[in-house]
């Protein structure tokens, strides 16, 4: 027979068994850090986080891999203890609280805790067992979950045989037996095919405009960090380097990027970056390998002749010319310094720098 996954609750269960239901702490903010540090030896990897996520909120990280993101998540939720720094979840403390955090959370990480010989709903009546669920209440919680998350037709399968999309919903479906306050969402959409990632974007609007349910989710999508989130934290080397809703974080970006591709080596980009900056309405230049230049303008359509003509003038060859307006990728860029891969792990790194 194959061995059974350890799943999330099968490490919380001896904790949420003892614990009985508390209430206290400050519950102003739903999510509250300051100073959050965490190194594993030489390694720094969240160095000095600061967070403060209201009540019903979708709140976002958005970084590349490698940045501190599930870190972050891994100390909020008391999995990890923080090198340095405090936290408060739900009114509770992290490090002295840690049992009452735990019974007000709902945690999904990255890589679903599935026992895949069970069913769906068999797994939903275990976890709803290990979370004390009131047993008179159990199969309607269950049959509940199971149409909001779209799976009573496929419950009583095996989860074998279940697609990634289906095993992402069920995955979060387990994290809301118990009525959480607060969800943590790590990486939610990895993996997924569109279908399946707007499927999942739609739960978590649903779940948040009708039960008021805050979510925490970590995310290297740009399109799914600016659709779902409140706010937005973009999150570089363990470090916080820029936060606040889409629409704010957008605007610190002039209005219109110009991209434009010049031919040549390292020396020709920096030619061009240099002779486009002084250009009227030009706030920054920027080379890097995905996009070429890119030009932030406040007037895009009244920079796009003189982008041509100072490059003409410089003897510049270039090609693909496009305008476009600003997006959380600018954003991201102008904050770090790199554009975001997902799936990779890694960026490229900017090779022109800003004036």
């Given amino acids: ?32 850090a300051h100073g959050l540090v965490k190194h594993f030896g030489d390694i720094h990897a969240v160095n000095g986080i600061d967070l403060r ?25 008391t999995l990890l203890r923080p090198t340095e720094g405090a936290a408060n979840v739900a009114g509770y ?4 609280q840690d049992r009452q955090v735990r019974r007000a ?29 009131p047993r008179g209440e159990i199969e309607s919680r269950i049959a509940h979950l199971l149409d ?7 419950a009583d399968r095996r989860i074998e045989g279940y697609s990634g999309g289906m095993q992402r919903r069920l995955d979060l479906a387990s994290a809301l037996v118990h009525s959480p306050s607060i969800i943590f969402l790590d990486e939610p959409t990895t993996g997924l095919d569109p279908i399946s990632r707007q499927n999942l974007w739609d739960y978590i609007v649903r779940l948040n405009r009708e039960d008021g349910v805050t979510f925490f989710l970590t995310t290297q999508y740009l399109e799914e960090a600016d659709q779902l989130c409140d706010e937005i934290a973009i999150l570089d080397a363990g470090e916080i380097v820029q936060q606040g809703t889409p629409d704010q974080l957008k605007a610190t970006v002039s209005a ?23 250009l009227p309405n030009v706030e920054d230049a920027n080379w890097d390998f995905n996009e070429g230049i890119a030009v932030y303008s406040k007037s895009g359509h009244d920079t796009l002749p003189r982008v041509v003509r ?22 991201f860029f102008k904050a770090t310094g790199h554009r975001i891969e997902p799936g990779d792990g890694a960026a490229q790194p900017t090779q022109a720098g800003s004036a």
Wanted: charged share 25%; proline share 4%.
């Fill in 105 to 133: 959370i709902g945690v999904a990480l990255q890589e679903a805790g599935l026992d895949i010989l069970q069913t769906g709903r068999e797994l939903l009546r275990l976890q709803s067992r290990l979370y004390n669920v």
């Fill in 53 to 77: 996520v209201p009540p019903g909120q979708i709140f976002g990280f958005l970084g590349q891999n490698g940045s501190g993101k599930t870190t972050t998540v891994r100390m909020l939720t």
């Fill in 148 to 154: 909001v998350v779209d799976l009573t037709e496929d």
């Fill in 93 to 96: 403390n992290v490090l002295t």
């Fill in 1 to 32: 027979m194959s061995q059974r996954p350890t799943t999330l609750a099968d490490r919380w269960s001896a904790d949420i068994l003892a614990a009985a239901p508390q209430h206290g702490g400050d519950r102003q903010q739903a999510i509250e």
């Fill in 310 to 331: 100072t490059l003409d003038d410089e003897r510049l060859p270039f090609s693909n010319l496009r305008l476009a307006r600003a997006t959380l990728d600018d954003v």
């Fill in 256 to 278: 219109d990027v110009i991209y434009v591709q010049v031919e040549g080596d390292e020396r020709a980009q920096q030619r061009a970056v240099s002779a486009l900056l002084p």
